[in-house]
């Protein structure tokens, strides 16, 4: 465990001393700044469009720190050989895995957390109950949400370059994000081997789509029910795991 | 005397069919405790391939090896192992106390002792006044001191060494010649590889030659030295063993 | 010659990027003949692609006007429609919880915003304007919205104004601002000046005489709340030749006789 908080506190270090996170930061203060300085109509109150724009940019900004950070954690480990004196010491490969894990997910989650408490400062100034809760959630699931992508982008990080990786990620994300609906009727539509091998991408592929409360935050509907909570948790544990478990087997064959 | 590393008929190969190229074909040997063991050979010898598949790096695919009578690619088996690599780009974001914090952590040093641990080592490498600056503005030569220190933050019971005196500047040469020796004084073992057979002249006591995967000679330094009757120097009697075996 | 060739590439790139915009706002300006529209400059580099912008900005006003689902989704479901599926959809599909997520997290349900709520649609046509100034109809849609739906009759007014001057030709908006003069500004010789106009512009464009007819009732209406009823009737006669059967018109007709 020693090791895996070194390597997290390692990587925490990293992000605070690169200029990524705060650039990000600016940016997003800038875009809800100008957004919020928008008037329409002389209109009071208008704030839905706010929500919309503050949630996609918090999320994106967040996905964009989570994957350029942990997709370059072990290709850049091996480019400069830190990888070496790192394995000499007395860690496993699959625990090098999963320090980067945990350190993308921790750095993802301080990132998010702080972009997503400029966000309800912005565009929730007078939230009811039912907002909050679903506040709340959002937050949990914007959480869950970078652990896959963390997961995901370690995994691919052990056999892939970093560009790769990060091109590979997010178009699997805007593929999620856009057609996974589409995805979902074919499989529902589908007979035979059809549905099987639509299932199969189905299942297989990462449902980004299960994380985005973009729509339920911004027009205000009910939260979700506790059982889709507790499913999307179980999704989360089960896929990361799954995906780390693989990911330690495939870096611990390679060829160092 | 106890022996730290054994390695019997070593057999290693980096990729597969016509790409296939040997690194090690078949090579044994046996490092004692105590003592400064000096690993020779050209580029592409097997040096490194043989360092990797002592700290677990790569697993061997014939033959066996033990470090401290355990399988190196169990990690409790390098609890007494240091290691500073030939190149070594270290965590650029980091500051050379940080560096030697996460990895003495990783030891499970407890956190009082490796707060003393650091600075004795930043002090002794002479980089302790660049101590709070981060590694990307270091040159090649504070790295390569910074991975000596990394290698000694366990107060390792054996020593490997890849080129380490790449980059260091004579006064920083002098300084690790002289942790070698200190480590030899307390029964520690050092293993160290070089092209600077200059340096392993001055400090080892045992050699092993190695050329195109195999071990050509090994033995005390000083036996080789006079083997011929006279004394000769190391890069003399390395190239002779190194031609000869071209030629044979 | 590499050199020279990528030089070449690369100002012939560079005129292009310049000039494009330029000729693009040509075509807009002149061979379509429509108004010179103040864009700002980022958005002259997107050509065309203005309108598919400003067609996407409309489309998520009505996507918010749903709260979140658009009429051009697939799932977009009346209410009763969505429960009846939820009861009747197949067994194995509601035991598995995989596919049971995406239509809990997502919306399906069909909801109108009401009274003060429709507001927030109002951003998306505001910029569907803004990125394309020549797309006439949302610029009508978004005045109406501001008008009549949220009584900022000034500032739709001036949206109105702005529009006209980005679409001189547009008996839209001509028709929409004599609309507005006359029902809310209560101001019938600004009512008057652009319903003429509109009426003029209606002439040479396509429109059915159900448009004509709102055009020209509220011109009559105008000119007798002026008490220029010979005006007044003179338009209720144009409107009683479009529509000959309509016996209300006939009694206005008589009634300013």
Known sequence: MRAIAAIVRGMFLELLRKKDFYVLFILMLVLLGFLSAQTFFDIEGISRYMRDFGYTLVMLLSFIVCVTFSARQIPSEIESGTVYPFLAKPVSRSMLVSGKFCGAVMISAITFTLYFGVFVLFCFTEAGRAEAILLIQSFLFGIMFLSVASALTVFFSVFLTTSANVAITFLIYFFMISFSDLLRDAVLAGKGIETLGLGVVYYLLPHFDFFDLRVRLTHAWDPLPLWVVAAVTAYTVVYCAGLLFFAGRLFGRKKL | MESVIEIRDLFHAYGAGKKKWEALRGITLTVKKGGIFGFLGPNGAGKTTTIKLLLGILTPQIGTLSVFGGIPAIPRTRMKIGYMPEIADYYRYLTPGELLYMYGDIFGIDRKILTGRINELLEMVGISESAGRQMRTFSRGMKQKVSFAQALINDPDLLILDEPTGGLDPIARKKMREVMISLRDKNKTVFFSSHELSEVELVSDRVAILNKGRVLKEGLLSGFLSAKGEKQTLEGYFLEIIEGSEKG | ?257
């Open chain 3, 1 to 257: 010659m590499k050199r020279i060739g990528i030089f070449v590439f690369v100002i012939w790139l560079e005129l292009l990027i310049v000039f494009a915009p330029a000729v693009d706002a040509y075509n807009h300006t002149f061979l379509t003949g429509r108004g010179m529209a103040d864009i700002p400059f980022y958005l002259k580099f997107l050509g065309e692609g203005q309108s598919i912008l400003s067609a996407v900005s409309v489309l998520a006003a009505d996507r918010y006007f749903h709260r979140g689902i658009g009429h051009a989704d697939d799932r977009h479901e009346h209410m009763d429609e969505y429960q009846d599926r939820k009861k009747n959809a197949p067994g194995a599909n509601r035991a598995n919880i995989f596919l049971r997520i995406p239509e809990e997290i997502g919306v399906t349900e069909h909801m109108h915003l009401e009274q003060d709520e429709v507001k927030e649609i109002i951003p998306w046509l505001y910029y569907a304007v803004k990125i394309d100034p020549h797309n006439v109809q949302t610029c009508v849609i978004a005045a109406y919205w501001v008008i009549d739906r949220l009584g900022k009759t000034r500032e739709g007014v001036n949206f109105l104004r702005e529009g006209l001057k980005n679409n001189p030709d547009s008996w839209e908006i001509n028709a929409e601002l004599g609309r507005v003069y006359f029902q809310d500004t209560k101001d019938y010789d600004a009512a008057i000046r652009v319903l003429l106009r509109a009426q003029r512009l209606l002439a040479g464009s396509l429109h059915d005489k159900f448009q004509e007819r709102e055009v020209l009732s509220f011109l009559a209406y105008s000119y007798k709340a002026l008490g220029e009823n010979e005006k007044a009737r003179s338009v209720f006669m144009e409107i009683g030749r479009l529509f000959p059967n309509d016996r209300k018109m006939k009694e206005k007709i008589q009634e300013l006789s």
